[in-house]
């Protein structure tokens, strides 16, 4: 049964599909394209700070999917024919956080090698930037998931408050994988960055089926 729900939540997350991650990966791109227009072409700048540009574009293309996420099956009934079915809220989330990695974290990791051209980037530094975002895009993923289903109750204006939610709760993923480009040459301080991501990240996705399985009872007994 769990298989069949992923896959189905696959299908639905995956480009072509209620929007699909496309958007997100352009987006994405569109950041890293035009970040050498606003800040010049100085092949130095753009090598120092381009690391931290495409942890910024990844998480604000994270925001893009929000409300896709939970909202429309929430409304269509999904999670009720599920758990007649008896099948837990805490499930259908863990299948859901997981389909969502999947549709988001692996292409952005591979939208990373075009972005790196466009920002110039050399080879160690985006090695430390795609080993950071394999720790901490499941914790960015794990985060939209539990904000989606927080605001799944709200009549209007959910998915602007979930943007907005979205970006304080992601900045110890985003101190901890942007930290570890402080140095770029893969000393301890950068183990150091991307080890404390990973267990952030790990958390976050420990804690998220529980927490947006509470909150999705909450929001369809309310």
Do not use: K, N
Not at 198 to 212: D, H, N, Q, R
């Amino acid at each position: 049964m769990l298989w069949t729900l992923l896959r189905r939540d696959l299908a639905a997350l995956l480009p072509g599909r209620r929007g699909g991650t496309l958007l997100p990966l352009l987006f994405f791109l569109a950041v890293a394209m035009l970040y050498p227009f606003a800040v010049g072409p100085d092949p130095d700048l753009l090598a120092r700070s381009g690391g931290g540009i495409v942890w910024v574009a990844a998480l604000l293309a994270a925001i893009l999917p929000l409300d896709r996420l939970l909202a429309p099956d929430y409304h269509t009934g999904f999670f009720d024919q599920w758990t007649l079915r008896g099948l837990s809220e805490e499930a259908v989330i863990a299948s859901r956080l997981l389909a969502h990695w999947l549709s988001i974290g692996p292409p952005l990791m591979l939208a990373t090698l075009p972005a790196a051209a466009l920002l110039g980037l050399d080879g160690r530094t985006l090695a430390i930037v795609e080993l950071g975002l394999l720790a901490g895009t499941p914790g960015l993923a794990a985060t939209g998931v539990l904000i989606a289903a927080l605001t799944l109750g709200l009549r209007s204006g959910g998915t602007a408050l979930a943007g907005l939610l979205l970006i304080p709760l992601a900045v110890p993923l985003l101190v901890f994988g942007a930290g570890a480009l402080a140095t770029g040459d893969g000393s301890g301080i950068a183990q150091s960055g991307l080890a404390l991501c990973g267990a952030v990240s790990l958390g976050l996705v420990a804690l998220t089926p529980f927490a947006a399985g509470a909150a999705v009872r909450a929001a369809r007994d309310f």
